[in-house]
């Protein structure tokens, strides 16, 4: 018959075996396998663990397609006496299962004695432009403390959630002491799998598509509104044109405003519509295009191409160019590069300056230095 045989740590083997075949020549056979000692082998099958080694896997009732798990314990908790015929205790007969060399990811990991002090962290961080994005986007309270530059409040938070990471730690292994196949255990057990799972499949993508990672340009262009410049945001998603009260005020067409056409846009999040210009011109290179206008009363951008006004010009988004064409009448205007955005649309807002040589130190710490920051503070 064919068993799958898995492990904590999502190691997948599968064999072939005779359903007369004793428990501890199954063990021989993963040792060989897998390496692991077959005095440390611990097989569970749908939640009993097979403690008499002597004992056919039929007489377990083990079936052709059957998964079992394998589980590493000490040399010491792995002798354990099997549990007498048709006795209906199973407590005893459970071993101690060591679960201390399972990876739990977001963990964190052995490392330097140096990443343990707050102040270094501190120092690496400062220096560090790209950890500084990652820590905004996934830990805004360090993020502030940091950028804050206050150093006492940074150490309290950053020990702060050290404290907490450690106090969800020693609750996990007080469950897994308790009894590592209850319900709630296996659960568990089976999220931190499930997140190793995620982490591999980050790494992956790291590695081979490290591109997916990078944040992208959004697409502005030049063009003017009733002779004034504006950088105007292409938006195919977006259903209308628009423009915030303070560009249309610029450019000298709130006279034209039609406020009977007030109302609420409703996207990401709710603005207030002021009203609607019906007809107004939109200067791209040489061309004059007509197009309407939606007045948005606070809204960070000057103004947004939607899909009424693309459709109407029939112009395409060539992005192996990176240009925008209006096919009305073939013009091209080249998109944006982001040193050309407002502040308001770059990536990178703060060009904060570094010392070369200590950037050139940081680059040579490697892969191994972000990964560990990365457990500490993500």
Same mark, same amino acid.
């Given at each position: 018959?064919?068993?799958?045989?898995?492990?904590?740590?999502?190691?997948?083997?599968?064999?072939?075996?005779?359903? %007369?075949?004793? /428990? *501890?020549?199954?063990?021989? @056979?993963?040792?060989?396998? #897998?390496?692991?000692?077959?005095?440390?082998?611990? &097989?569970?099958?749908?939640?009993?663990?097979?403690?008499?080694?002597?004992?056919?896997?039929?007489?377990?009732?083990?079936?052709?397609?059957?998964?079992?798990?394998?589980?590493?314990?000490?040399?010491?908790?792995?002798?354990?006496?099997?549990?007498?015929?048709?006795?209906?205790?199973?407590?005893?007969?459970?071993?101690?299962?060591?679960?201390?060399?399972?990876?739990?990811?977001?963990?964190?990991?052995?490392?330097?004695?140096?990443?343990?002090?707050?102040?270094?962290?501190?120092?690496?961080?400062?220096?560090?432009?790209?950890?500084?994005?990652?820590?905004?986007?996934?830990?805004?309270?360090?993020?502030?403390?940091?950028?804050?530059?206050?150093? %006492?409040?940074? /150490? *309290?938070?950053?020990?702060? @959630?050290?404290?907490?990471? #450690?106090?969800?730690?020693?609750?996990?292994?007080? &469950?897994?002491?308790?009894?590592?196949?209850?319900?709630?255990?296996?659960?568990?057990?089976?999220?931190?799998?499930?997140?190793?799972?995620?982490?591999?499949?980050?790494?992956?993508?790291?590695?081979?598509?490290?591109?997916?990672?990078?944040?992208?340009?959004?697409?502005?262009?030049?063009?003017?509104?009733?002779?004034?410049?504006?950088?105007?945001?292409?938006?195919?998603?977006?259903?209308?044109?628009?423009?915030?009260?303070?560009?249309?005020?610029?450019?000298?067409?709130?006279?034209?405003?039609?406020?009977?056409?007030?109302?609420?846009?409703?996207?990401?999040?709710?603005?207030?519509?002021?009203?609607?210009?019906?007809?107004?011109?939109?200067?791209?290179?040489?061309?004059?295009?007509?197009?309407?206008?939606?007045?948005?009363?606070?809204?960070?951008?000057?103004?947004?191409?939607? &899909?009424?006004?693309?459709?109407?010009?029939?112009?395409?988004?060539?992005?192996?160019?990176?240009?925008?064409?209006?096919?009305?009448?073939?013009?091209?205007?080249?998109?944006?590069?982001?040193?050309?955005?407002?502040?308001?649309?770059?990536?990178?807002?703060?060009?904060?300056?570094?010392?070369?040589?200590?950037?050139?130190?940081?680059?040579?710490?490697?892969?191994?230095?972000?990964?560990?920051?990365?457990?500490?503070?993500?």
């Amino acid at each position: 018959m064919h068993l799958t045989i898995t492990t904590l740590d999502d190691r997948l083997i599968s064999i072939d075996v005779s359903p %007369e075949l004793e /428990v *501890e020549n199954l063990k021989a @056979q993963c040792e060989f396998e #897998l390496g692991i000692a077959s005095s440390t082998i611990v &097989l569970t099958w749908e939640g009993r663990p097979l403690h008499d080694n002597q004992k056919m896997l039929k007489e377990y009732g083990i079936k052709d397609g059957d998964m079992l798990l394998l589980q590493q314990v000490q040399p010491s908790q792995a002798q354990f006496q099997p549990q007498p015929s048709g006795s209906g205790a199973s407590g005893s007969s459970i071993p101690q299962l060591d679960f201390s060399t399972i990876a739990i990811p977001g963990r964190p990991q052995p490392v330097r004695p140096d990443l343990e002090d707050p102040l270094v962290i501190m120092e690496l961080l400062k220096y560090n432009p790209h950890e500084r994005a990652l820590l905004k986007e996934r830990n805004p309270p360090l993020s502030s403390a940091l950028e804050s530059g206050n150093t %006492e409040r940074f /150490v *309290e938070v950053y020990t702060k @959630q050290r404290n907490e990471r #450690l106090k969800k730690e020693e609750e996990k292994n007080r &469950l897994l002491a308790m009894d590592p196949f209850s319900p709630e255990t296996q659960r568990m057990i089976a999220e931190e799998i499930r997140l190793k799972n995620v982490e591999s499949n980050m790494e992956t993508a790291i590695e081979h598509v490290p591109e997916s990672f990078a944040q992208v340009v959004m697409l502005y262009i030049d063009c003017r509104v009733n002779g004034h410049e504006v950088k105007a945001f292409v938006d195919s998603g977006a259903q209308m044109t628009i423009m915030s009260q303070s560009c249309a005020e610029r450019c000298n067409i709130m006279r034209l405003v039609d406020r009977r056409w007030a109302g609420i846009a409703k996207g990401v999040g709710t603005q207030k519509i002021i009203g609607r210009v019906h007809l107004g011109n939109i200067q791209i290179e040489k061309d004059f295009l007509p197009s309407s206008f939606s007045i948005l009363e606070n809204q960070p951008m000057d103004m947004l191409l939607g &899909l009424d006004m693309l459709k109407r010009h029939r112009c395409i988004i060539d992005l192996q160019t990176n240009v925008l064409v209006i096919g009305t009448t073939g013009t091209k205007t080249p998109f944006l590069h982001e040193n050309q955005l407002p502040q308001y649309a770059r990536i990178n807002q703060n060009d904060d300056e570094t010392d070369p040589d200590l950037q050139k130190a940081l680059h040579s710490s490697g892969k191994e230095a972000a990964v560990k920051l990365n457990q500490k503070l993500f």
